[in-house]
């Protein structure tokens, strides 16, 4: 997040780890631009933050010529400011996976190839997989996601990027324990899986999701359980570019 209060602090910790793959998170809703708030009237509130409306917001895109110059714009601004990190862009996906609305998709994948893009984000969740690691987990929307999903997929393997077989991390965005994730370590699905989560030392930062237990994500990222599954030999680790 190029525009985020603590995006200075993430770049110097990324540089000194040369081996952390880092991608661009787009943020086109919830958020602040990069971009003067004045040049995108159609996409931002009265506050110059990004409109929460996704749903009306993904309509102005899709309707009004002058909300996709504005997107445009934005999307190059922010992948400028990655640029300006000189980090290696490992991949590139949305906040709130806004990048499933297909014109959001197009403006992204024509904006990213001219910066060297090569790897999207697909969120296709295999939800067999979901209810076999943890039996309890609710019903969720991938019913409405799924198609989206892959047809951003498509999209992308088509602009030739590569996009993951199976992404983890939506019906449990905010709650990743130690035990779901060593869960989902033990039943990779065939192919290539990306799995993210939503670590930090505390619950109740400022701008936090209510309900998302940060604390409970870092710990699963440092169990020695979910450790010791993600180094067994039949799995390879690594970011986007060491797939692509």
């Known amino acids: ?123 296709i969740e295999t939800r067999s997989t979901l209810v076999d690691a943890d039996p309890q987990t609710p019903p969720g929307s991938d019913w409405l996601t799924a198609p989206w999903a892959s047809l951003l997929a498509r999209r992308a393997r088509r602009a030739g990027l590569r996009s993951p077989d199976a992404v983890f991390g939506l019906a449990w965005s905010g709650a990743m324990t130690a035990p779901r994730f060593a869960g989902l370590l033990d039943r990779l699905p065939e192919g290539w899986t990306e799995i993210y989560t939503h670590p930090a030392t505390r619950d109740d930062f400022e701008g936090h999701a209510p309900g998302y237990r940060y604390a409970d994500e870092l710990a699963a990222l440092t169990s020695a359980a979910v450790i010791a599954a993600a180094r067994r030999s039949d799995i390879k680790l690594g970011g986007y570019s060491d797939f692509c």
């Open 1 to 123: 997040m190029v525009s985020g209060g603590a995006a200075r602090d993430a770049v110097e910790r990324a540089r000194r780890l040369p081996h952390l793959r880092v991608g661009l998170h787009v943020v086109l809703v919830e958020g602040c631009p990069v971009l003067p708030p004045e040049r995108l009237p159609r996409l931002v509130d009265a506050s110059g933050r990004f409109r929460s409306d996704m749903a009306g917001l993904g309509f102005d895109i899709f309707a009004h010529p002058s909300a996709r110059r504005q997107l445009a714009a934005e999307i190059e601004a922010q992948f400028e400011a990655f640029r300006a990190t000189n980090l290696p862009l490992d991949h590139v996906n949305a906040h709130k996976h806004f990048h499933l609305h297909p014109t959001v998709a197009g403006a992204i994948i024509a904006v990213g190839r001219r910066h060297g893009l090569r790897g999207l984000r697909a969120p």
